[in-house]
């Protein structure tokens, strides 16, 4: 006989141990899942899903080294650089995926961090973005505390800044930024009174241990990221991590649940790698609590599946987006 491991109803926990989480994830599949859905009915309609389009606003040449990412200026990727987009693009890009039915449009800049003079334009484009009906989000890398001021001033709805790993595993993966980088941009998102978006990366040959790290690290804010983006890697040829081994679908879905049972209340995104995803896998991920997705057929240089295969996804599971 298997022990479930019952979360208290309607607890929001910021403590939560390696231990609590490991035994979360080893749980019986089915037993992880019924958790799943139990947390996740007591919070949100199952049959909802919310959808965020993205746009880059900024391509390629960056700085920083993370090692899954194809816009670093040092990697030799087929990513085609390109500066600052000019307000009219984004608007028209912005129209384009209000027509389609998103209800956040979110704009990322390969920066380790923005200049003022790129934080003005950007600004601009917050505020034609919102003037557009559409929630705004951003991720430009790290911010300072005024920085991130003027971004409230704007309007500005969501910063996404990811811990992308466990604090171990991190240091595998980038060496220009450290974990206490990140974290002090996220407070001053925080403290700012900006919605957080942080979530992190599978599948670039972490370990289990990494998996539970990085859930206890995003679990143990507080408060919880209002949306946590799950990214499976997208593995593009000339980065480091371009030969990762494939992902075990079943391991990604047990993320996906117990990101649910941590985080009650937030948005769980099935992020980036759902164009290798088969609709029956992203269906668990549905089931397991994910209740996000980035709509369009690209992310930021990367495809993902297009508008019509994800209505039609929708359609067959009874989803409404929102
Ligand atoms: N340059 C800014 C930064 O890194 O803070 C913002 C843009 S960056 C591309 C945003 C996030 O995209 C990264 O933190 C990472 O989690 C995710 N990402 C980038 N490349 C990815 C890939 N190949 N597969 C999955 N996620 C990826
Ligand atoms: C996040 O967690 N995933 C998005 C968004 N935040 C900015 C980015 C995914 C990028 C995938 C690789 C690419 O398209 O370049
Ligand atoms: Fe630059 Fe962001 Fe890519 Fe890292 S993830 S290399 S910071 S664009």
Same mark, same amino acid.
């Given at each position: 006989?298997?022990q479930?491991?019952? &979360?208290? $109803? ?24 019924f958790?799943?859905?139990?947390? #996740? ?7 909802e ?13 960056? +700085?920083?080294?993370?090692? /899954?990412? =194809? ?7 087929? *990513? ?6 000019? @307000? ?19 704009? !990322? ?5 923005p ?17 557009? !009906? ?5 991720? @430009?890398?790290? $911010? ?10 704007a309007?500005?709805? /969501? /910063?996404?800044?990811? $811990?992308? +790993?466990?604090?171990? /595993?991190?240091?595998?993966?980038? +060496? ?19 919605? *957080?978006?942080?979530?992190?990366? @599978? ?8 998996? %539970? !790290? ?9 408060? #919880? &990221?209002?949306?946590? &983006? ?12 371009e ?9 990604? %879905? ?16 099935l ?20 209740? +996000? ?9 990367? =495809?993902?599946?297009? =508008?019509?295969?994800?209505?039609? @996804? ?9």
């Amino acid at each position: 006989m298997t022990q479930l491991v019952e &979360p208290k $109803l309607e607890s929001i926990r910021h403590d939560w141990s390696d231990q609590e989480i490991e035994a979360l994830f080893s749980q019986p599949f089915a037993d992880l899942m019924f958790a799943a859905q139990n947390v #996740h009915r007591q919070h949100f309609d199952p049959n909802e899903v919310q959808v965020s389009t993205l746009l880059s606003i900024k391509t390629g040449k960056c +700085s920083e080294d993370c090692a /899954y990412c =194809p816009q670093s200026v040092r990697y030799d990727t087929a *990513v085609e650089d390109e500066s600052l987009l000019e @307000l009219d693009a984004v608007i028209t890009a912005a129209r384009q995926a209000k027509l389609n039915g998103a209800s956040r449009f979110c704009m !990322g800049a390969a920066w380790r961090r923005p200049k003022d003079k790129d934080l003005d334009k950007v600004i601009d484009m917050v505020i034609a973005v919102k003037d557009e !009906g559409l929630e705004s989000c951003l991720t @430009l890398g790290m $911010l300072t505390e005024q920085q991130t001021q003027r971004l409230k001033e704007a309007g500005l709805d /969501y /910063y996404n800044h990811n $811990l992308d +790993s466990s604090p171990e /595993y991190y240091q595998e993966i980038i +060496s220009t930024r450290t974990y206490d980088d990140r974290l002090e941009t996220l407070a001053h998102v925080r403290n700012a009174g900006i919605n *957080v978006c942080c979530g992190g990366i @599978l599948g670039m040959g972490e370990s289990r241990n990494d998996r %539970v !790290g990085l859930m206890r690290e995003l679990a143990n804010q507080a408060p #919880h &990221p209002e949306s946590v &983006p799950i990214n499976m890697l997208v593995r593009v040829e000339g980065t480091p991590l371009e030969a990762a081994d494939d992902f075990d679908p079943i391991e990604f %879905v047990r993320c996906i649940a117990v990101a649910r049972i941590l985080m009650p209340k937030s948005h769980v995104r099935l992020s980036a790698g759902r164009e290798e995803m088969t609709d029956e896998m992203q269906a668990l991920c549905f089931l397991a609590g994910a209740n +996000s997705i980035f709509y369009g057929e690209k992310l930021l240089t990367t =495809p993902n599946p297009g =508008p019509n295969h994800d209505m039609a @996804l929708f359609d067959n599971l009874g989803i409404k987006s929102v």
